[in-house]
């Protein structure tokens, strides 16, 4: 409507100020009070005039002021006449548009495919659109129901209704009905207050919609997801496990070979075994970072010093990284606070996330890793921030860093970043990567702040 440009009789003041509906007849009653005084004038101005010629007094002998008054009325009076016509032309466009607009509300009630209905204060039903009546079999004349007709018929729906007079209105909420015919539906529901007036509101309006097919659709592809979720899974860990068992396969040959000799070398067959032994345990991490990444992990249950764990993963890394010839500097806001977690999870999540920064900075520079608290959608969070000086992350790859066995790397087996991202979910948190303007990458994981434990302060 605001599109149009159009504005109801009580919407367009007079000047900006004045409602039409007040205007219209003080500007009516100015016209009469200046008509009498017109008459009245012009009457005194009369008499006066015929005394003058009785006297043998010459018309120009009447008071000037007189004149004055009835020059100055007939203005008055010409102004508010044509004031009073503007007023009238305006006041009938007005209703004209005003009669376009709901003749367009009319055909949009009529014509869209969402149920709408308004019901008063007291649970009657004042009106419903033709989709309405189509998807829940309402009779051709809605007067006279009320919620007791949606109880007998709809009871799931006749609960949002009856708690939306109550004050309590619901957004997008589905409900299971069913149809005449016997089939069952799923209707999606949201009710509003009707207001009458900026202080009261007259009732309800309920919208519905028939999302039967839109939840079998949605269904089939949650489905289908997981399905792709499996077949990915299933082809990451195929793929991981290959290589050792083709090594371990490989090797088994060579043993064989040199066992079955007339004089084995002693060290080769140790040599032998140490690679069996190694692909053996090689198997095992891949077997224990898939069911890491595939079960659910514990409830959190302590509360823990996020500092703390930066701290200790610090210290497991501070070697490789002197190594490599990389800095690792800590920003540690003492107020950060703690979280409710496992701290053994947490750090594998901070590990992994600084072996990614590690490997991409081959040349070696600096890795700032900082926690501060933060405030975001009325929740108080714990925020761990690591940015590394390389080269950043394609921007194509971004959308797929935590997919399982997802990896830019030749020897990564796209887990670490998928585990990541399971233990955060499952500690309620949120992580994220994005390349920094200035170059190089930003990790950033937010856990729920919860109070520091008794006894214990802040570090």
Do not use: C
């Not at 009657?124 to 007998?152: I, Y």
């Not at 032998?272 to 190694?278: A, C, K, N, R, V």
């Amino acid at each position: 409507m605001g599109g149009l440009g159009l504005r109801s009789e009580r919407e367009s003041p007079l000047w900006g100020v004045i409602p039409y509906g007040i205007a219209v007849p003080v500007l009516l009653g100015a016209v009469v009070v200046l008509t009498v005084l017109l008459v009245v004038t012009l009457e005194s101005w009369h008499s006066a005039l015929s005394d003058a010629v009785a006297l043998g007094s010459h018309p120009q002998d009447i008071p000037q002021s007189d004149l004055i008054k009835v020059a100055a009325m007939v203005f008055l009076l010409g102004a508010t006449a044509l004031a009073a016509v503007y007023i009238l032309e305006y006041y009938r466009r007005t209703q004209r548009q005003l009669n376009r607009v709901q003749q367009l509300s009319r055909n949009i009630l009529e014509n869209i495919v969402t149920g709408v209905i308004t019901l008063a204060a007291d649970g009657s039903v004042s009106m419903a659109n033709p989709a309405a009546h189509t998807m829940l079999g309402l009779p051709s004349e809605v007067t006279g129901l009320d919620t007791g007709w949606f109880e007998q018929r709809h009871p799931a729906l006749a609960r949002l209704l009856r708690s939306a007079l109550d004050g309590d209105f619901v957004q997008d909420t589905d409900v299971s009905s069913r149809k005449p015919d016997g089939k069952t539906i799923w209707l999606r529901g949201t009710t509003t207050p009707l207001p009458e007036n900026e202080r009261r509101e007259a009732g309800v309006i309920a919208l519905v919609k028939d999302v039967t097919e839109l939840l079998s659709v949605e269904k089939q592809l949650r489905r289908l997801d997981r399905l792709a979720v499996t077949e990915s899974l299933a082809a990451g860990v195929a793929h991981e496990i290959r290589n050792p068992l083709t090594a371990i396969d490989l090797n088994l040959r060579l043993l064989q070979s040199e066992v079955s000799s007339p004089s084995p070398d002693p060290g080769e067959v140790q040599t032998q075994f140490e690679i069996l032994t190694e692909e053996t345990r090689r198997l095992n991490r891949i077997t224990e970072q898939f069911l890491t990444f595939s079960r659910r992990q514990t409830a959190p249950h302590r509360a823990i010093s996020v500092v703390e764990v930066v701290r200790r993963v610090r210290q497991l890394v501070v070697s490789e990284a002197t190594d490599k010839n990389i800095r690792i500097e800590t920003f540690l806001n003492p107020s950060s606070g703690h979280v409710l977690g496992d701290p053994e999870h947490l750090e594998q999540v901070l590990l992994n996330i600084l072996v990614n920064a590690m490997e991409a900075m081959p040349g070696g520079g600096a890795i700032q890793v900082a926690v501060a608290p933060s405030s975001s959608g009325g929740t108080e969070w714990v925020e761990i921030r690591i940015s590394d000086q390389g080269p950043g992350v394609d921007e194509k790859h971004l959308s797929r860093l935590f997919d399982p066995y997802f990896t830019t790397k030749p020897s990564g087996n796209g887990l670490g970043l998928a585990i990541a991202h399971r233990i955060t979910t499952d500690h309620d948190g949120e992580i994220g990567i994005e390349n920094r303007p200035g170059g190089g990458a930003l990790a950033w994981v937010r856990l729920p702040a919860v109070p520091a434990p008794a006894g214990k302060t802040t570090e």
